[in-house]
């Protein structure tokens, strides 16, 4: 996850929510919480790839916002599904997904759930 959607949570509190590990890219490492929080600081997408996916023991990574994370990602083709949710709510202002995004990339809907809340579509990134 990147370190702006980090400190838009508040850090959790100090704690990771999460069931795994969380690396989170930033440039400024020396923030670095304590071991315990169970957050990682790490510079950039490929080193925290290679952390998450040394520890997931086989299992799946994700890959979490912000908008330059999930784009770095895309680009990069790391991604295998995409998972997209819209809230029916428009805010006036904040970083577009997309935005600056030069690659086309396939997607065939996997799943999609609704509720009055918010629409979840899975994607498959066709390859």
């Known amino acids: 996850m990147g370190r702006g959607m980090y400190d838009a949570a508040g850090a959790w509190g100090g704690t990771n929510p999460f069931a795994g590990p969380l ?3 930033t440039h400024r490492l020396q923030d670095q919480p304590a071991a315990a929080s169970g957050f990682t600081f790490v510079s ?3 080193e925290a ?3 998450a996916t040394g520890v997931a023991g086989g299992k799946d990574v994700s890959i979490g916002g ?5 784009r770095q990602a895309l680009a990069d083709g ?3 599904e995409l998972v997209l949710s819209t809230a029916p709510v428009i805010l006036g202002s904040s970083k577009r997904l997309f935005d ?3 690659h086309d990339v396939d997607l065939e809907i ?3 759930v609704s509720s009055t809340f918010a629409t979840h579509v899975r994607y498959a990134v066709k390859r």
């Open 44 to 46: 950039g997408l490929d």
């Open 110 to 112: 996997v799943k999609a």
């Open 66 to 70: 912000g908008a330059d994370v999930i």
């Open 49 to 51: 790839l290679v952390q």
């Open 100 to 102: 600056g995004f030069d």
């Open 23 to 25: 690396f989170v890219l």
């Open 78 to 80: 790391r991604v295998d």
